[in-house]
C-alpha cells in the first residue's frame, strides 16, 4: 500500500524536483476563464488527459462572478455597506457579457450539453442611443413601423431589406436578387435599398454588433450573416435577442469544467505557473509550479500566464460597475437592458456599452440594479471615455472603475505549442469572443468545431 502512495518517477523529471498531479498529460491549461474551461471541456470529452490550473481560488479568471464581499476586496473599497443587502446575493459579472439567443456561444453549449448544469432567463430589452434619447431596438415590425429611429418612408425601405435579408441563402442564387455580397461592400448594400447614413449606423452597432465602421468597406456577407443571426435569435424570444445565466456569467466557465471532469480532467485551483517548460527546439512539453512539474503535448492558456515575447498589446478597455437603487431610466422600467452607443453619436471611433441586470437574474439583492458601461480606450482619461454611457445611469449609489490591458498571441501557437487566447473585447456580448475560441481550438486541434447544432433544439424555455 505504501508503494502505491510513492510519487511516480518520471525520466523527464529534473532531479530534486516532484510531479504534479499525475505528472503526464496531453494538455495544460493555464487559467478557468470561459475560453480555456471550454477547450478544456472539448479535449477531455476527446479523450485526451488535462490538467487546468488557475492561480485565483475561484473559477473564472477574468470572467469570475465575485460576490458583495468579494468585489469590495478586488477593488480596496473597504466593508460593503449593510444597506446593499446579503452577502450571497450577489454574482456581479467583471466581464458583464449578454449571449445571443442563437449564437454560436449558445450552439456551444447545446454541442457540449452544459446546458444541463445553467439555467437561463432572456435580456428584456435592446436599446440603442441616436441624438441624444434612447431609442428601442425594434422586435417586430410592428415596432418598427411606430419606431421613432426612422421616418415612415426610411421604414419601408428598412422593412424591404430586412425582407431581403431574412429569405438570403448563401447556397441559393435565387434569393440573391442580382447582388454578390462576396464583392458588393456593406455600404453598397445600404445604399441599394436607398437606406439613409443614420439608418447604416443603427442596423450596423446595434443589430449586427459592428464594433466600428471598418466593415462598410468590405465585402458585406459577414456582416448579412451577423444580422440573420441577431433576427432569428429575436424572433426565437421576442423581447430582445440576448439571453443570460442566472447567478451572472460564472456559471459558464464552471459548466465546463464540470464537462472536463467528468471526463477525467484534473483541475488546480490556488496554484500559479511558475514556468513554462521548453525543448531544445523551443516547444512547449509542460509547466512548473513550486518543486513540481507536469509535462504535457502543448499548453494553452490566457496572454496573463506567457512571456510578454509570446503576446502583443491590443490597447485598452475601461469598464465601470455601478450599484444602482433603480431601472436605468427610460428603457421602460426595465430590469435587463442593453443599450448600445454607437461612437459616432458621442464623437468617438469605438461604440461605448451599457447593460444591466437585477434580481430577477440573481445577480443582486431586490432593489439593486448592477449597470456596466464598457468601451475601449482611446484616450488616457478612463473616466472621460464613460461619461456619456453613465450619463444614462441616473443616480449612482456605487461605482468601481477598472482598466484593463488587452493582448492577442504573437503566432499561431503551432511552432511553439504555446496556444494562447485573446483578451476579451469591451462589448456587452460574446458574438466576437466566440470567434476568437473558434480560432484556438482549430488551432489546437487542427480542426474546425463542428458548428451545425441548430440553436432551437435547446430544451429549455426562456
Given amino acids: 500500500m505504501a508503494e502505491e502512495q510513492e510519487k511516480k518517477s518520471f525520466d523527464w523529471l529534473p532531479a530534486g524536483m516532484e510531479p504534479l498531479a499525475d505528472g503526464e498529460y496531453d494538455a495544460i491549461i493555464m487559467g478557468t476563464g470561459l475560453k480555456e474551461c471550454v477547450i478544456s471541456g472539448l479535449l477531455s470529452v476527446q479523450g485526451m488527459r488535462v490538467l487546468q490550473m488557475d492561480r485565483n481560488n475561484y473559477y473564472g ?29 450577489f454574482n456581479v459579472d467583471l466581464i458583464p457579457k449578454f449571449i445571443m439567443a442563437c449564437g454560436n456561444l449558445t450552439k456551444m453549449l447545446l454541442h457540449t450539453k452544459v446546458t444541463r448544469y445553467l439555467e437561463f432567463k432572456s435580456i428584456e430589452g435592446s436599446y440603442v442611443y441616436k441624438g441624444g434619447k434612447i431609442l428601442k431596438v425594434p422586435a417586430t415590425p410592428e415596432e418598427a413601423l411606430r419606431s421613432p429611429l426612422m421616418g ?103 459548466g465546463f469544467s464540470r464537462l472536463c471532469a467528468i471526463h477525467g480532467g484534473t483541475f488546480m485551483l490556488n496554484r500559479d505557473v511558475d514556468e513554462i517548460v521548453y525543448n531544445d527546439s523551443g516547444e ?37 460597475i455601478c450599484f444602482l437603487n433603480h431601472p436605468i431610466p427610460n428603457c421602460g422600467d426595465s430590469e435587463s437592458v442593453q443599450i448600445i452607443i454607437p461612437g459616432p453619436q458621442v464623437n468617438r ?3 461605448i456599452f451599457v447593460c444591466s441586470i437585477a434580481s430577477s437574474h440573481a445577480v443582486s439583492a431586490r432593489g439593486v440594479y448592477v449597470a456596466i458601461v464598457s468601451t475601449k480606450m482611446e484616450g488616457n482619461d478612463a473616466d ?55 480560432s484556438l ?22
Fill in 61 to 89: 479568471a477574468d470572467c469570475a462572478s465575485l460576490n458583495l464581499t468579494n468585489l469590495y476586496k478586488k477593488f480596496n473599497a473597504g466593508e460593503p455597506p449593510e444597506n446593499l443587502g446579503a452577502n450571497r446575493d
Fill in 152 to 254: 415612415l418612408f426610411e421604414k419601408r425601405r428598412f422593412r424591404s431589406f430586412l425582407v431581403y435579408v431574412d429569405q438570403y441563402d448563401e447556397t441559393k442564387p435565387e434569393t440573391h436578387k442580382g447582388k454578390d455580397l462576396t464583392a458588393m461592400t456593406m455600404k453598397q448594400l445600404y445604399e441599394s435599398f436607398g437606406l439613409q447614413p443614420d439608418t447604416h449606423q443603427f442596423i450596423s452597432h446595434a443589430m449586427c454588433l459592428e464594433l466600428d465602421d471598418v466593415h462598410l468597406d468590405q465585402p458585406a456577407l459577414a456582416t448579412v450573416k451577423e444580422l440573420q443571426t441577431y433576427c432569428y435569435s429575436l424572433s426565437r424570444y421576442g423581447t430582445s435577442p440576448y439571453i443570460y445565466p442566472v447567478y451572472g456569467l460564472g456559471g459558464l466557465p464552471e
Fill in 284 to 320: 512547449a512539453i509542460g509547466v512548473k509550479s513550486g518543486n513540481e512539474m507536469a509535462s504535457a503535448k502543448f499548453v494553452v492558456g490566457d496572454p496573463s500566464y506567457f512571456p510578454k515575447d509570446k503576446v502583443h498589446q491590443t490597447g485598452q478597455i475601461v469598464r465601470c
Fill in 349 to 351: 471611433k469605438n461604440d
Fill in 384 to 438: 472621460k471615455e464613460v461619461v456619456p454611457g453613465l450619463a444614462l445611469l441616473g443616480h449612482i449609489m456605487q461605482r468601481f472603475t477598472m482598466v484593463a490591458t488587452t493582448y492577442e498571441p504573437v503566432s499561431d501557437g503551432n511552432s511553439d505549442k504555446c496556444y494562447i487566447s485573446s483578451s476579451f473585447d469591451a462589448s456587452s456580448h460574446f458574438e466576437g469572443d466566440v470567434d476568437d475560441l473558434l
Fill in 441 to 462: 481550438y482549430k488551432r489546437v486541434t487542427g480542426k474546425d468545431l463542428d458548428m451545425n447544432i441548430n440553436a432551437d433544439s435547446v430544451e429549455a424555455d426562456y
